[in-house]
């Protein structure tokens, strides 16, 4: 079993939901071998410095994120998509350590497997920029404004698609026009929605 990483130990101290779960996810990980870090607030496993697994809670479930999920067989059929706008990511979703002790074999057995895709070398094929749909409130609004459309055009393909995500959750007409008149500036300024 790898050692517990001491920056990551506060994670698991103040987790108030999910604290049991998380606790034997985090040994059923570290007994695979990964090597322990804190990325983006939440314990990621790594193997060669690449990362291959995640643990996170939500409200309704506590998840175990494989980076490179799209890729693994599958065949218990646990893995989650968590938006049709997620790539490569997928989870294996729980909501109480009974599910987590129950699958414990299987999940190694997962582990193990993204440990051999990322030997490998394989990765996920994203699909291009320009494979996804433009909300016709925006693509107005590029067809209007020849400066909008060269800024946008200009943004790196993962900045380009967060605002075409962000653009398309929104259900209402309404509701993504007012989303692209917030951005248009910052569009302008070539940043993307998160800078």
């Known amino acids: 079993m790898t050692t517990t990483n001491p920056k990551v130990d506060f994670f698991f101290s103040k987790a108030k939901k999910w604290k049991e779960e998380f606790e034997r996810l985090r040994a059923i990980v570290l007994d695979c071998g990964l090597s322990e870090e804190l990325k983006w607030g939440k314990p990621c496993y790594t193997f060669q410095k690449s990362n291959i697994v995640l643990i996170h809670g939500f409200k309704d479930y506590c998840a175990l994120l494989f980076f490179k999920g799209a890729l693994l067989k599958d065949a218990k059929g646990i893995l989650v998509q968590q938006t049709e706008n997620v790539q490569a990511a997928r989870q294996v979703r729980f909501t109480n350590v009974r599910e987590i002790v129950k699958m414990e074999p299987v999940l190694k057995a997962y582990i193990k497997e993204a440990i051999e895709v990322e030997r490998a070398g394989l990765n996920v094929t994203y699909k291009k920029t320009s494979e996804f749909k433009v909300p ?47 951005c248009m500036q910052q569009i302008l300024s070539r940043k993307g929605l998160d800078d």
């Open 136 to 182: 016709e409130e925006f693509q107005n609004k590029l067809d209007e404004i020849p400066a909008l459309k060269a800024a946008f055009d200009a943004l790196t393909p993962g900045r380009q698609r967060g605002y075409l995500f962000y653009f398309s959750q929104a259900k209402q007409s309404k509701t993504r026009e007012s989303r692209v008149e917030k």
